[in-house]
């Protein structure tokens, strides 16, 4: 009978380290990033969607630890290590308002992308156990396929080096003027937008290197523009106009008007007369004065709460129907969000 319990106590004790093997190497569908422009500083909003094709790495930390804060310059000297690889470093702070942050950004001059993640929803989303003094910081990271993975501190460039598997660029660096580098890297990962007047200058250098450099960028971004605009046709034809309008949302958000196609603005001006759009937009100002409400302490009523749950059931798959259930996600004002979520909190070294 001993040998029976024993030979069962081991097997238990087998499968729950197998377990944790598999614990150790979880990746999944990474949850969506922000999509609300005043919880981001030093970059527009990002969605994984954009960045996919390259290697993100998320570096949630305590702004209150004096160490973390002594940690920042060794950071930005090793992320610029990789300046040359297609991977972008953001760092995510929880429970401080973006105001606050973006002071905390200047003082330890960080140029990572910062999230204000006020409500802990995107920590939580990210399976990361309650930043605080007793848990410093963690990391995850996002690789080329859209997926997450836990990453480990105290191993720092072997993390960079997984989630770097399978990341390339759209145009080799190699091929690029170094005066065109900061438009290049803002093509590269999404920011469209912050290029297009380095893009216009170089287009009419009398230098005819940086023209044909300014050129090839540039047809990056018009593709990218022409692809993500017959996406949201596609939509709309598909009966789909609410996604179709999200998309026309997103290219007018990251793209100049001038790198748009021709027809965007008329489609545009149609889809906004069709009634889900119209509801939609009218569901996203609702839902903006309730998160305004939740970020100054206000408490999710009843009615608010019937509202998002609308949202989330009318809008299904949508940005929309995201951000309505990170708002129903957010815990009680005064409630800690401590659960032990999967993840082992993780212990810095010396």
Sequence with gaps: MYNRCFLSGFRFISLFASILTIGSSFAAEAPPLPS?????????????????????????????????REKW??????????????????????????SDLREYARDVSCTWPMIADVDHSLEKAYDVNEISLNNILQTRFISSDGSMHLGDWNKFDETIQDALKGASWKLDPANVPDSLREAWAAIEFGNYKASG???????????????????????????????????????????????????????????????????????????????????????????????????????????????????????????????????????DEGSSTKSGRGFKTEVESE
């Design 197 to 331: 007047a380095l893009l216009r200058k170089s287009l009419n250098s009398p230098k005819k290197e940086l023209q044909e450099a300014a050129k090839r960028l540039q047809e990056v971004v018009k593709t990218a523009a022409t692809d993500d605009f017959e996406a949201a046709k596609k939509a709309s034809e598909d009966e789909q106009h609410w996604r179709a309008y999200e998309i026309c949302q997103r290219l007018s958000d990251h793209f100049t008007p001038a790198d748009l196609p021709s027809d965007f603005a008329e489609f545009k001006k149609t889809l906004i007369k069709e009634p889900k759009v119209k509801t939609g937009t009218a569901a996203r100002r609702t839902l903006d004065g309730i998160v305004k409400g939740l970020n100054a302490g206000k408490p999710l009523n009843k009615k608010f709460k019937a509202q998002l749950e609308k949202m989330v059931s009318d809008f299904e798959d949508s940005d929309l129907a995201r951000d309505a259930q990170a708002a129903l996600d957010r815990p």
């Design 36 to 68: 609300d422009p005043g919880v981001w500083i030093n970059s527009p909003p990002l969605s994984v969607q954009q960045l996919k094709g390259k290697a993100v790495f998320l570096y949630f930390f305590e702004e209150t630890c004096p160490r973390c």
């Design 73 to 98: 310059p060794a950071l930005m000297e090793k992320s610029a290590a990789f300046k040359d690889q297609p991977i972008i470093f953001i760092a995510v702070n929880s429970g401080n308002a973006p």
